[in-house]
Each structure stands twice: as structure tokens, then as C-alpha cells.
């Protein structure tokens, strides 16, 4: 299958900083990138949906100025988490897909800490 | 909206036998597709298996196969011959098709399920 690589695996930030999660398509262009939350042993909760050259797409409840989604080239997405707070304290993973391919394919994920 | 809901929060199997995970899902559309991913500790989503509405034969994956009831909307997932390394939270997922406009083709998650294998 195609690969997709998230990096970092983990962070941990100040209270106050940002970070910035990559997620690159290794071997395919990547049309859509999408971006998950997963908080502990719960299900992803859709954050975004993002296509190159474009604005990201938010899902109801997700703030936009605070998780900036950029999607530059079909190879590559950042998601930035800005003015980080320890509620923002979670496993993020990205996903992304060819418009040909049936599945999309995930990244490794980041779990993100905020101290 | 579509939903997507597993009933079983844990499983649990002895090695080598068969146990099976329920995924029930709505949606009143008729053309999608749905897939079953597993997410060991690691928390890398692993494709398992999927399964395209329109066709009515079963998809099959070695160990792993699904019976999909489209009218009952309806998609479990059989694992045969159980392994320790089978051990993972197991998630439906449902998803439109289409790549381009309003859909994006994302996924839908069930909660999960817990599956622990006993040796």
C-alpha cells in the first residue's frame, strides 16, 4: 500500500507555543489529506479535510484559527496547533488519499502533550 | 448524516478460534463503501478490509472476512483462526464516494472495539 509519514511521533510544548505536524504522501499524490483527533480510547473525530492549493474544510466545533491547516503541494499537509493549552493534549493522525483510490491511507500519528 | 455504530466496546477470543464484530451503520445513500481498520498499540491504522456497497459477495482478507447485509445495513467482521498478534481496537468505517466537492470521501468511525486474545 501507498505510505504516508507523520512527523513527530511525539511532542511536548509549552503552554503558550505552537507546533507544527507534518504529514507527507511518500509515494502518491495526495489529493485530499485529512486530519483526525483522537483523545483515549475513544474513536477519530474528523478535524478537517484538506486539498491542495485550497483552503482546509473544518468540521462544526473545530476552530480554524487555532488548528491551521495547510496542504501546499499534493505531497505534503501541516497541521499547526497555535497558542497551545493543555486541553489541546491529544493523538492527532492524518490521512490522506488519491481521488482514484478507494482507501486512504494513515499516518504513524503524533500524540501531542501541552505542559 | 451518516452514523456508524459498533455495540461491542470489548471482545475478547481464545487463540485459534473465530470470533466475530458486529458494525451497523445509516445512511440513505446508495452507492458508499465500508471498511474495517485495526489500530494495535503502535495507534497505526491498519487497513484490514474493505468492502464496496454494490458488490454482494463478501469480501475476504485471509483470516478476516466480512458479511455485509446491505438491506440491514449491516457489515460484521469475522476473524478465523485467531491470533495473539490480532489483539487491537477494531474500527468500522464508512465512507462516500467521490473525491472532488462536498463529500471529500472522509471516513466515518464507529467507537471501536476493544478485541483481547487469550492465549
Known amino acids: 500500500g501507498a505510505v504516508v509519514s507523520q512527523h513527530p511521533s511525539r511532542v511536548i510544548c509549552k503552554s503558550g507555543t505552537s507546533v507544527k505536524i507534518e504529514c507527507r504522501s511518500l509515494?502518491?499524490?495526495?489529493?485530499?489529506m485529512f486530519w483526525y483527533r483522537q483523545f483515549p480510547k475513544q474513536s477519530l473525530m474528523l478535524m478537517a479535510t484538506s486539498n491542495e492549493g485550497s483552503k482546509a474544510t473544518y468540521e462544526q466545533g473545530v476552530e480554524k484559527d487555532k488548528f491551521l491547516i495547510n496542504h501546499a503541494s499534493l505531497t505534503l499537509s501541516t497541521l499547526t496547533v497555535t497558542s497551545a493549552h493543555p486541553e489541546d493534549s491529544s493523538f492527532y493522525i492524518c490521512s490522506a488519499r488519491e481521488d482514484t483510490y478507494l482507501e486512504a491511507f494513515f499516518g504513524q500519528g503524533t500524540r501531542l502533550t501541552v505542559v | 448524516a451518516q452514523t456508524v455504530t459498533q455495540s461491542q466496546p470489548e471482545m475478547s477470543v481464545q487463540e485459534a478460534e473465530t470470533v466475530t464484530l458486529s458494525c451497523t451503520y445509516d445512511?440513505?445513500?446508495?452507492?458508499?463503501?465500508l471498511f474495517w481498520y485495526k489500530q494495535p498499540p503502535s495507534r497505526q491504522m491498519i487497513l484490514v478490509i474493505r468492502?464496496?456497497?454494490?458488490?454482494?459477495q463478501n469480501a475476504t482478507e485471509n483470516r478476516f472476512s466480512v458479511n455485509f447485509q446491505k438491506a440491514a445495513k449491516s457489515f460484521s467482521l469475522k476473524i478465523s483462526d485467531s491470533q495473539l498478534g490480532d489483539a487491537a481496537m477494531y474500527f468500522c468505517a464508512y465512507r462516500r464516494p467521490g473525491g472532488y466537492g462536498g463529500s471529500q470521501g472522509n471516513l466515518i468511525f464507529g467507537k471501536g472495539t476493544k478485541l483481547s486474545v487469550k492465549p
Open positions: 468492502q464496496e456497497a454494490y458488490k454482494q
Open positions: 445512511t440513505s445513500e446508495s452507492d458508499y463503501y
Open positions: 509515494d502518491f499524490q495526495a489529493t485530499t
